[in-house]
């Protein structure tokens, strides 16, 4: 699907480990920037106190979700740590043809999928300065069973082994550089010239010049 126009907005994937801090990094931003949305995916997994329905995902069924499969409602899904995590495509397209960017916060196997099927889109690989600070942190959060982190730290070691596949690496060592580095990645997707030479200023400017 191509979707590079000057009235529509980019979608930017951004994934890495679960406990790098992908989530400080994108609230953050999309405080900070304008035209800025944030997709909201679909789980089947529990809601976890102080997430709301929504906002942070739309929390569905099993049945639910395998209805949305066969409608094909969704621009990618997958399971994760059994669980299974879906974009809803209308929500990604809808607010693109606005004009808005859209913020994928997905997990690496996601991000290979819409990388197969969706042109134009930005990849963003959010890292822990070391393997073992990513152990640290998910310990720190205190949310799941022992046995729950190493295996997401099992996945961690797989999905890092892809940060060639992706365009842009953030190595998430001080939160607000990270923030700062995110938006840069952002302003600079939009200042293209690709992105911006269909636009009446450019052509304006450059016809007067002729």
């Keep these: 699907m191509g979707l590079a126009s000057?009235?529509?907005?980019?979608?930017?994937?951004?994934?890495?480990?679960?406990?790098?801090?992908?989530?400080?990094?994108?609230?953050?931003?999309?405080?900070?920037?304008?035209?800025?949305?944030?997709?909201?995916?679909?789980?089947?997994?529990k809601q976890r106190p102080g997430e709301i329905n929504g906002v942070d995902y739309f929390f569905i069924s099993q049945e639910e979700f395998d209805e949305m499969i066969r409608g094909n409602k969704f621009l990618e899904w997958a399971k994760v740590h059994d669980n299974y995590y879906g974009t809803p495509s209308d929500f990604v397209f809808k607010h693109m043809d606005d004009g808005n960017d859209v913020i994928l916060d997905i997990d690496v196997q996601g991000a290979l999928n819409v990388k197969k099927n969706f042109d134009g889109a930005k990849f963003v690989f959010i890292a822990p300065p070391s393997y073992q600070t990513l152990g640290e942190r998910l310990k720190r959060r205190g949310t799941e069973t022992e046995e729950k982190i190493q295996r997401r730290l099992e996945t961690a070691r797989k999905e890092i082994k892809y940060i060639p596949?992706?365009?842009?690496?953030?190595i998430?060592?001080?939160?607000?550089?990270?923030?700062?580095?995110?938006?840069?990645?952002?302003y600079a997707e939009r200042l293209k010239f690709d992105k911006l030479k269909e636009t009446d200023k450019v052509r304006n400017l450059l016809k007067e010049v002729q």
């Design 165 to 170: 596949e992706f365009e842009y690496l953030i």
């Design 6 to 45: 000057a009235n529509k907005g980019i979608l930017f994937v951004i994934s890495g480990p679960s406990g790098v801090g992908k989530t400080s990094i994108i609230r953050s931003v999309l405080e900070r920037v304008k035209n800025v949305v944030f997709s909201v995916s679909c789980t089947t997994r």
């Design 172 to 186: 998430n060592e001080d939160l607000e550089s990270s923030i700062t580095n995110l938006i840069s990645i952002i």
